[in-house]
C-alpha cells in the first residue's frame, strides 16, 4: 500500500511540477498531454506494483511486440 501512495505522490509531484508553467503561458494541449502520460503511468505502474499486471510488456503486445524487440535488440 506504501508503494502505490508513493507512486502516486512521485507522479503528483511531477504534475505539479510541470503545470503552473503550462497553465501560465495557456499551452492546454501540452498541459492536456502531461496529464494523459502521467494517469497512464500511475495506471501502469500500480498494476505493476499490485500484481495485477504481472506480464512483460513484450507477452502483452504478442508478435509484434517481438517483432519490434528484436529490431532494437532486446533478447527474449
Known amino acids: 500500500m506504501i508503494n502505490v501512495f508513493a507512486i502516486i505522490i512521485v507522479f503528483g509531484a511531477v504534475v505539479y511540477y510541470e503545470a503552473p508553467r503550462l497553465i501560465r503561458q495557456k499551452l492546454?494541449?501540452?498541459l492536456?498531454?502531461?496529464?494523459?502520460?502521467?494517469?497512464?503511468?500511475v495506471?501502469?505502474?500500480?498494476?505493476?506494483?499490485?500484481?495485477a499486471l504481472y506480464k512483460c510488456w513484450v507477452d502483452v503486445v504478442g508478435p509484434a511486440g517481438r517483432y519490434l524487440s528484436g529490431l532494437v535488440g532486446l533478447q527474449m
Open 43 to 51: 495506471t501502469v505502474s500500480v498494476a505493476r506494483t499490485t500484481g
Open 32 to 41: 492536456a498531454v502531461v496529464v494523459v502520460v502521467a494517469l497512464i503511468g
Open 28 to 30: 492546454w494541449r501540452e
